[in-house]
Every structure is written in structure tokens, then in C-alpha cells.
T-cell receptor, first 114, second 109 residues
Framework: DTEVTQTPKHLVMGMTNKKSLKCEQHMGHRAMYWYKQKAKKPPELMFVYSYEKLSINESVPSRFSPECPNSSLLNLHLHALQPEDSALYLC?????????????FGSGTQLSVL | EDQVTQSPEALRLQEGESSSLNCSYTVSGLRGLFWYRQDPGKGPEFLFTLYSAGEEKEKERLKATLTKKESFLHITAPKPEDSATYLCAVITGRRALTFGSGTRLQVQP
């Protein structure tokens, strides 16, 4: 199994809502990532978890809250988002979290904030 | 500050018309350069990793090369199914991937 599975595929939420994005991998990878991608732009790193501990937070606003319950699961909790947060949110994983490893990406959650 | 620049921004080819995509970088301490392919509404798919100048990697119609300042992705006799956005990304120091803005390739039959 070489897949990273993200749910939901699409999400529409209001600015006062609380929602969560979920990501799962069963490749035994120990590093997991959240990226944000706006239309026709490259992915931008948000968070990195290595061995279930947050290792990189790219100065992301606190309305985005990551969680790594175990080595196979990664969540992104959303609260009080702004319309400009609408984007494709991508989850990825890699074997150990070493910087020169290839990443395996999920298909993403397309988020619209109204 | 590390910079990764891809050109052209968009490229339209006829089926069978070979071409090259460019990724130029200005980084301190390059630890690896990656090429990914991304289809609309999907996550990037890994293609190649290059680590040192002079290195080349091939996969089907694609060949990636690396110099000290840039990388090229050569596409030989492309097919419509090669249409996608091709992303270059670098790793320096302890940071995770930093992506370039991509080249949107369209191959017409």
C-alpha cells in the first residue's frame, strides 16, 4: 500500500465553523506533513511531524491546529477560518523525516471558506 | 534567501515534439533536487531525485539532469498523457521541500 488517504475530498465551511481534515498512511512512514496550495501556485509547507512530534511549524496562524494521534494518522483542525484560507490542503508522508527523502502525497482536501 | 525559479510558466507542445523544462536555483547547501508531476486536483507525484552536479535520471520519456545552478527535465516525444504541471523542489539544510512555481505542460494530439 503506497497511498496517502485524505478525507474529506471537498469541504465547504463558514467562518464560524470548526472542522477537521484527516490523513492516513499505512506505509510505516514516521514523518507526516501538511502543505497548502492555492490555485496555480506551488505547495507551501505548513507543518511537519516526525515520530509523532511537531518538528516544523512554518509560522502558521493558530486557527490551524495540527494533531498527530499516532504514526499513521494526521489531523488538521480548523477554526474561525478566513475566505483567503480557501485552498487545496495536501498531506504527505516520508520514511524517516530526513530532509532528502521523497514525499508521498495524498490527493488533497479542496477547502472553501465562505 | 533560497530561490527556485521554473521556466517556462506554461508550455504547449504537439505530440512527439520534444522539449525541456528548466529549474534554476539559488540556495545555500543544496541537499537534493526533486521533480514532481501534478495532475489537476491531485497531489504531486514523485518523479526523480538528483543530488549532485552531473547526475542524470531517466524514466520512460523523461530525463532529468542537474548542474550547479539548474536542472532540466527533458521530455522526448511527449504524449497527451504527459500533460500536467511539473514541479521542481529543493532541500537545503534542515528544511523540508521548497517548491518552484511549476511549468504547466499541455501536449496536444
Amino acid at each position: 500500500d503506497t497511498e496517502v488517504t485524505q478525507t474529506p475530498k471537498h469541504l465547504v465551511m463558514g467562518m464560524t465553523n470548526k472542522k477537521s481534515l484527516k490523513c492516513e498512511q499505512h506505509m510505516g512512514h514516521r514523518a507526516m506533513y501538511w502543505y497548502k496550495q492555492k490555485a496555480k501556485k506551488p505547495p507551501e509547507l505548513m507543518f511537519v511531524y516526525s515520530y509523532e512530534k511537531l518538528s516544523i511549524n512554518e509560522s502558521v496562524p493558530s486557527r490551524f491546529s495540527p494533531e498527530c494521534p499516532n504514526s499513521s494518522l494526521l489531523n488538521l483542525h480548523l477554526h474561525a477560518l478566513q475566505p483567503e484560507d480557501s485552498a487545496l490542503y495536501l498531506c504527505a508522508s516520508s520514511q524517516e523525516g530526513a530532509t532528502n527523502e521523497k514525499l508521498f502525497f495524498g490527493s488533497g482536501t479542496q477547502l472553501s471558506v465562505l | 534567501e533560497d530561490q527556485v525559479t521554473q521556466s517556462p510558466e506554461a508550455l504547449r507542445l504537439q505530440e512527439g515534439e520534444s522539449s525541456s523544462l528548466n529549474c534554476s536555483y539559488t540556495v545555500s547547501g543544496l541537499r537534493g533536487l526533486f521533480w514532481y508531476r501534478q495532475d489537476p486536483g491531485k497531489g504531486p507525484e514523485f518523479l526523480f531525485t538528483l543530488y549532485s552536479a552531473g547526475e542524470e535520471k531517466e524514466k520512460e520519456r523523461l530525463k532529468a539532469t542537474l548542474t550547479k545552478k539548474e536542472s532540466f527535465l527533458h521530455i522526448t516525444a511527449p504524449k497527451p498523457e504527459d500533460s500536467a504541471t511539473y514541479l521542481c523542489a529543493v532541500i537545503t539544510g534542515r528544511r523540508a521541500l521548497t517548491f518552484g512555481s511549476g511549468t504547466r505542460l499541455q501536449v496536444q494530439p
